[in-house]
């Protein structure tokens, strides 16, 4: 069975550079064709997908989001992670890590809060 575990700071200030990672186990992040990718629900609000990378290590970014953020992978060690640059109050959301064919496996969240 493959799982997601994310982990991150929980608690970062304004103007910071967040990152998180998610550590994949049960599968390889290498197997072809699937994709692994960075998903939040900010409070009160809908899923916003943030980037993701298949198994190649070709990425893609959300358009609104391309400008601050950076996916990237360790083989090595079946890691994937999101950096996010300048963060605001507006990044405080739970940030999910999924993956599989079509994003079948998601991990539980983990909560940031972007604050002073």
């Known amino acids: 069975q493959v799982q997601l575990q994310e982990s991150g700071p929980g608690l970062a200030k304004p103007s910071q550079t967040l990152s998180l990672t998610c550590t994949v186990s049960?599968?390889?992040?290498?197997?072809?064709?699937?994709?692994w990718g960075w998903i939040r629900q900010p409070p009160g609000k809908g899923l916003e997908w943030i980037a993701d990378?298949?198994?190649?290590?070709?990425?893609g970014y959300s358009p609104s989001l391309k400008s601050r953020t950076s996916i990237s992978r360790d083989t090595s060690k079946n890691q994937i992670t999101l950096q996010l640059i300048s963060v605001g109050p507006e990044d405080t959301a739970v940030y999910y890590c999924?993956?599989?064919?079509?994003?079948?496996?998601w991990g539980q969240g983990t909560q940031v809060t972007v604050s002073s």
């Open positions: 999924a993956g599989g064919i079509g994003l079948s496996y």
């Open positions: 049960g599968g390889s992040i290498t197997t072809n064709p699937w994709y």
């Open positions: 990378i298949d198994y190649r290590g070709s990425i």
